[in-house]
């Protein structure tokens, strides 16, 4: 079975400062990466994932993440977060093959970005 | 398009009391997923259908748990003599199925409290 570890829960950062929330999984096959975004009240979007090509993905709202086989870690990271990035966020993995495309979560990060 | 939804949004039961949720997905989606978020947790798979045909069931899903997409449409997810333990949040999210580049939509999901 797969599993997904976000060791972080909170995450507290001043506005215009960089951030990286930390993501680590494992699984005994392949798996597809994702990083989903949750603001209050409202249901999940997708900021960013990884497929396949190059380790380096770029998503929505200037955020990226860098999926690194060896560490099997899919660490999100931007540059200079604004207020109104905080919000849960949440990474997941699919399986490549079978699993009938389910996701399975870690336990979520909150960032919460101060003036 | 008007996005996932899920009605209602907010759901205060007593325990014991029967309750149902409803989810309509993006019309030309064949997939249809439940999961079920808890207080600092991520999501969790309940169950997913393709078109009419439910082909997975967490063991998460109790037998007081029961869902139906009786035309490939929308979608009901119905709990039996509730439990305080069945607070949560549930989310609903569709997808195609065909091909590797898809993304699961979630809906706002339903609040459901049992007191």
């Known amino acids: 079975a797969q599993s997904v570890t976000q060791l972080d829960s909170q995450v507290p950062v001043f506005e215009e400062a960089p951030v990286e929330l930390r993501c680590n999984y494992s699984?005994?096959?392949?798996?597809?990466l994702f990083w989903y975004v949750q603001y209050p009240n409202q249901g999940l979007q997708l900021l960013l994932k990884y497929l396949s090509g190059s380790t380096l993905v770029k998503g929505i709202n200037g955020f990226e993440a860098e999926f690194n086989k060896s560490q099997t870690s899919f660490h999100l990271r931007k540059p200079s977060v604004h207020i109104s990035d905080t919000a849960e966020y949440f990474c997941a993995v699919r399986l490549i093959t079978g699993g009938g495309n389910k996701l399975t979560f870690g336990t979520g990060t909150q960032l919460k970005v101060e003036l | 398009d008007t996005g996932v939804s899920q009605n209602p949004r907010h759901k205060i039961t007593k325990r014991g009391q029967n309750v149902t949720f409803r989810c309509d997905p993006i019309s030309e989606h064949n997939r249809l997923y439940w999961y079920r978020q808890t207080l600092g947790q991520g999501p969790e798979f309940l169950t997913y259908?393709?078109?009419?045909?439910?082909?997975?069931k967490s063991r998460l899903l109790s037998d007081r748990f029961s869902a139906e997409r009786p035309k490939g449409s929308f979608s009901t997810l119905e709990i039996q003599r509730t439990e305080q333990g069945d607070s949560a949040m549930y989310l609903c999210?569709?997808?195609?199925?065909?091909?590797?580049?898809?993304?699961?939509?979630f809906g706002p999901g339903t609040r459901l409290t049992v007191t």
């Open positions: 699984s005994s096959v392949s798996v597809y």
């Open positions: 259908f393709q078109n009419e045909a439910q082909l997975e």
């Open positions: 999210a569709s997808s195609l199925a065909q091909g590797v580049d898809y993304e699961q939509y």
